[in-house]
């Protein structure tokens, strides 16, 4: 087995520098060609702390694994909020379209329980309840409910 190297990273601004180039250097490999993999990778997750792992096998092979961020970290980006609702109950902080939703759910995809697509993104959506987001402007529980009935199947692809 080859080494490992794990690092946090700002998603889609991996650079040669710390924490990359110190680990990979000593390595021999090709820094650049990994960083850009990596960036293009983690492209989607611009201005997030995205976890990445480098295997290698030996000098030449390597396999990125990207972690992903938390879904509520994913959704209040989304929305362009700080933080979620302290008091969910009362208190909203912003609002999901059902698009966002899916954006959300195709970045999880991998992590994940759900077996298809819609029930990915009514994973999302659920996701809502305890941060004070709606979704398309109804509580989330109501959304799912939509999601199920098809009625978002037009925006959904």
């Known amino acids: 087995m080859g080494e490992v ?3 946090l990273i700002p998603g889609g601004q991996a650079n040669p520098g710390p924490p990359l180039g110190p680990a990979l250097g000593p390595m021999g490999v090709n820094i650049k060609e990994i960083v850009d993999n990596i960036n293009e990778k983690t492209a989607d997750f611009n201005g997030m702390q995205v976890p990445v792992k ?3 096998d030996d000098k030449k092979n390597y396999t990125i694994e990207i972690g992903t961020p938390p879904t509520s970290a994913l959704i209040l980006k989304e929305i362009g909020v700080e933080k979620g609702s302290g008091n969910a109950g009362t208190e909203l902080v912003g609002n ?3 698009e966002q939703a899916a954006k ?4 999880k995809r991998d992590s994940l329980l759900a077996s298809d697509f819609k029930s990915a993104v009514n994973e999302i959506v659920g996701s809502c309840v305890p ?6 402007d109804m509580d989330p ?3 799912q409910k939509a999601v199920k009935n ?3 199947d037009d925006r959904l692809e």
């Open 104 to 107: 959300v759910a195709r970045m």
């Open 54 to 56: 480098i295997i290698f």
């Open 96 to 98: 999901l379209t059902i």
């Open 131 to 136: 941060m004070g987001v709606t979704v398309e």
């Open 5 to 7: 190297v794990e690092a």
């Open 150 to 152: 098809g009625d978002f």
């Open 141 to 143: 529980r109501e959304a």
